[in-house]
């Protein structure tokens, strides 16, 4: 499952030019992809159902369907409004859990995304950087791969610890353990950061099957070449995933966002929106697949 594209963000001044390509991927071991994405201007998200649990597909897919009730598309939202969010997204999950002759069949998903939103109080726009579990967000600026989000798993704690190195944690016995996930608890502990939105801006959203089979220079390497793939830079990535062994659900977005300023008039802005919705090849954000962008959904 792919897809790429690109949407206009109206801001209070000047607006938001946000492209993105996508993909997710069942792998080459699993039989069900519990992997889901949601890739709407301007919220991207991905969710990877928690194997070994029950319906981690329907667990991920509740949460991409609980972001679509509460956040308008093409409109900024409030950081408040992005919690309420995960919040009913947990209760939504915790509502799959189902009563069994062994016990409660619990239903779980990871959630990671980034959602362009307004900070309020003359703050201005902010990307909310948002993240439950071992899905991951990283920033790009064209030379530098950084991770933003922080690992739940038993392993990072280790790491966190001094008890474990890195490079041991991608071969520890617990390193599919995570400690934190949607419709594990009653009440979900997010992890929140808050980005100024200015200028041009890449992150990479990604399940675990992404990070576990390419380390983050192949991750980079990819992000600073001029992919040929259908799919674009989400495809180029989950392709590499596929190539190291595939042994889980593969999921990336990637997303570009060139914030421009305002202070037009109307025709100039209307003018304006119309070329950057159909930039020069020369400019378009290189998140869009093929020759001329389209990919087969």
Known sequence: MSADGEGVVALT?????????????????????????????????VADGMGGHARGDAASQAVVETFRRHLETGVPSSPEQVLDAIHSSNDAVRALSEEGEEGTAVAGTTLAGVALVDAGDGAGFHWMVFNVGDSRIYAWDGRTLEQLSVDHS??????????????????????????????????????????????????????????????????????????????????ELVAAALANGGRD????????????????????????????????????????????GNVSA
């Open 13 to 45: 001044r000047g607006e938001a030019l946000i492209a993105h390509s996508a993909q997710s991927d069942v792998g080459r071991v699993r039989s069900v992809n519990e992997d889901a994405y949601l890739a709407e201007a301007p919220v991207y998200l």
């Open 154 to 235: 038993a392993v990072q704690e280790l790491v966190d610890a001094g008890l474990i190195r890195a490079d041991e944690a991608e071969r520890h016995p617990e390193r599919n353990v995570i400690t934190r996930a949607l419709g594990a608890d009653e009440f979900v502990d997010p992890d929140i950061w808050l980005i100024p939105a200015a200028g041009r801006q890449v992150f990479l959203v990604c399940s675990d099957g992404l990070s576990k089979e390419v380390d983050d220079q192949a991750i980079a390497d990819i992000l600073a070449g001029d992919t040929g793939h259908a799919a674009g830079l989400a495809g």
């Open 249 to 292: 659900n593969v999921t990336a977005v990637v997303v570009e966002s060139e914030l421009g300023s305002g202070g037009d008039d109307d025709e100039t802005t209307r003018d304006r929106a119309a070329r950057t919705a159909h930039p020069a090849e020369d400019t378009r954000p290189r998140t869009a697949g093929g020759e001329d």
